[in-house]
């Protein structure tokens, strides 16, 4: 039976989340699923992903790989794929992956399919489903040549709490690892950090999402007290983003960010499928629109078929109350 290689991430010693959702899309494979991740000093990482419900944790410790550079990354990873032949690796789609994966792709001769929202299992291996044309549909990708192929997820395609939990801890092994520290180009300076102002959807527990229904940029603070008073983070879908109303980086969707809260709650939003695609993956929906036959309501799990400015204020008023 195949198995596939998921590729964790880890910045200064810090697990990536988005790490347990890749984990979570391996497992949707329904084959065997081993975990790995790349450092310097990795026990306290390993440690954390031996709890998921994986079969191994292998560790790529050196040096030379902290802090990250391509080159190193490159040498560790392809000498670790070549050694465990696994049917597949999966990875997660960070800025990292976008920076080291086509290189270690063209170093092994293998398929790269990247944006994956989902896999499906099929007969004859994997099919990933990625969004096509920016987001305006959705289409199942079979890789074709030998194996493994390398695919890395969306943030957000698979909740984090789908990778299970073992009761005892899987078991922790070191990949045996030859690094060229002379063949490595790259000195490497401070991580790019965002400007404090920038949202990160993705590690929102809760958002509250507004779309045309809201009509216009003046009834934003209705939206506004509802975030508050369940602690949620504000988002829009593209229109009003595009419209200036809010700022692109509240935008979700194919164009946007991709999320799952625990709680993703829609204002007056269609559900159109280049929307869909950044907030499927909450753990619960809860959709408002007044026109009953709203794509939203397909994915939701609740929905309200009602005025928002009608159902928006009650809301509010009962959460007020602790109801």
């Known amino acids: 039976m195949m198995t596939v290689l998921v590729m964790a991430e880890q910045r200064g010693g810090a697990l990536n989340p988005v790490s347990r959702e890749v984990i979570a899309a391996a497992r949707h494979a329904g084959v065997p699923v081993k975990v790995a991740v790349a450092g310097s000093g990795m026990e306290a990482v390993a440690a954390k992903l031996a709890r998921a419900d994986v079969a191994e944790v292998l560790v ?12 190193g990354f490159v040498q560790a990873w392809r000498q670790v794929i070549e050694a465990e032949a696994p049917g597949a690796v999966f990875l997660p789609h960070t800025y990292q992956t976008r920076d080291f994966a ?14 994956c929202v989902a896999v499906r299992p099929r007969e004859t291996g994997l099919a990933f489903v990625r969004p096509m044309f920016q987001g305006k549909f959705l ?33 922790v092994r070191r990949a045996a690892l030859t690094i060229d520290a002379g063949r490595i180009r790259q000195r490497p ?15 929102a527990e809760r958002i509250v999402a507004v779309g045309r229904g809201i009509k216009s940029q003046e009834h934003l603070p209705l939206a506004q007290e509802l975030a508050r008073a369940l602690d949620a ?19 979700i969707g194919s164009s946007g960010q991709t999320v799952a809260p625990a709680l993703y709650l829609a204002l007056g939003i269609s559900g159109a ?13 809860v959709a408002i629109n007044k026109d009953a036959d709203a794509p939203i309501f397909e994915v939701a799990d609740y929905g309200i078929v009602g005025d928002l400015f009608d159902v928006v204020p009650a809301l509010i008023a009962a959460l007020e109350a602790g109801e």
């Open 102 to 115: 086509p290189a270690l792709a063209a170093g092994l001769g293998r398929t790269l399919i990247t944006d």
């Open 273 to 285: 499928i280049q929307h869909l695609v950044g907030m499927k993956g909450a753990r619960t929906i």
């Open 60 to 71: 790529l410790d050196d040096p030379a790989l902290e802090p990250y550079t391509p080159d």
């Open 233 to 251: 983070e504000l988002a829009a879908s593209r229109p009003i983003c595009d419209a200036g109303w809010l700022p692109m980086d509240r935008q």
């Open 189 to 203: 300076e401070e991580p790019f950090q965002e400007s404090k102002q920038a949202v990160d959807l993705g590690q």
């Open 139 to 171: 289409a199942d990708v079979a890789p074709e040549g030998p194996g493994p192929c390398l695919a890395s997820f969306q943030v957000g395609a698979y909740r984090g709490d789908a990778a299970g939990t073992r009761e005892e801890p899987a078991p």
